[in-house]
Nanobody, 116 residues
Framework: QVQLVESGGGLVQPGGSLRLSCAAS????????MSWYRQAPGKERELVAT????????NYADSVKGRFTISRDNAKDTVYLQMNNLKPDDTAVYYC?????????WGQGTQVTVSS
């Protein structure tokens, strides 16, 4: 059974940091590119960051470049999103996604709220 389980969300003040984790099971994690998406209330889901299967390449949305870092540990079947200097506009539900050819899996999401 394929599972992606996100954790690490919460309430943080502007300028603060959070580290999200996404633990995978039920598929060969090391084959899959991994991404983080987010969806704010009333908005479409948007791509935040992507990392290739071996971790050699990453890409970021312009809105998070220089503040967020995606990484993965293929030995632990886990992908991370380090989020620094958080802003109120970063408030959203964050989802991890695994993609390989036509296979695409989603987690259930974790809420991140940036507010003073």
């Amino acid at each position: 059974q394929v599972q992606l389980v996100e954790s690490g969300g919460g309430l943080v003040q502007p300028g603060g940091s959070l580290r999200l984790s996404c633990a995978a099971s039920g598929f060969t994690f090391s084959r899959y590119a991994m991404s983080w998406y987010r969806q704010a209330p009333g908005k479409e889901r948007e791509l935040v960051a992507t990392i290739t299967s071996a971790g050699g390449s990453t890409n970021y949305a312009d809105s998070v470049k220089g503040r967020f870092t995606i990484s993965r540990d293929n030995a632990k079947d886990t992908v991370y999103l380090q989020m620094n200097n958080l802003k109120p506009d970063d408030t959203a539900v964050y989802y991890c996604n695994a993609k390989w050819w036509t296979n695409s899996y989603w987690g259930q999401g974790t809420q991140v709220t940036v507010s003073s």
